[in-house]
């Protein structure tokens, strides 16, 4: 039954909206509600997650280096 009434919401929105033009006003009122579901991070998960994304990226980029290092060295030996 509730999917049912899901449904039958979902499609009157979209009749609704299918022949509207589009509103300003409207939009951002809706930004506004939806900005206001959005949990943001605290300050203390921003910086570790921030320090913990630009860890990755270091390590990452140094295996990427170390690869081609390798490669570049192992290129030299057999090609010249």
């Known amino acids: 039954m509730a999917k049912k009434e899901t449904l039958e919401k979902k499609d009157t929105?979209?009749?609704?909206?299918?022949g509207k033009p589009f509103q300003?006003?409207?939009?951002?009122?809706?930004?506004?509600?939806?900005?206001?579901?959005?949990?943001?991070?605290?300050?203390?998960?921003?910086?570790?997650?921030s320090a913990a994304v630009m860890l990755m990226v270091t390590l990452v980029a140094t295996l990427i280096?170390?690869?081609?290092?390798?490669?570049?060295?192992?290129?030299?030996?057999?090609f010249l």
């Open 13 to 18: 929105s979209e009749k609704k909206e299918a």
């Open 24 to 49: 300003v006003n409207e939009f951002v009122n809706e930004t506004k509600e939806e900005l206001a579901k959005i949990v943001w991070p605290s300050r203390q998960q921003l910086l570790s997650e």
């Open 65 to 78: 280096y170390l690869i081609d290092k390798f490669f570049t060295w192992g290129a030299s030996k057999v």
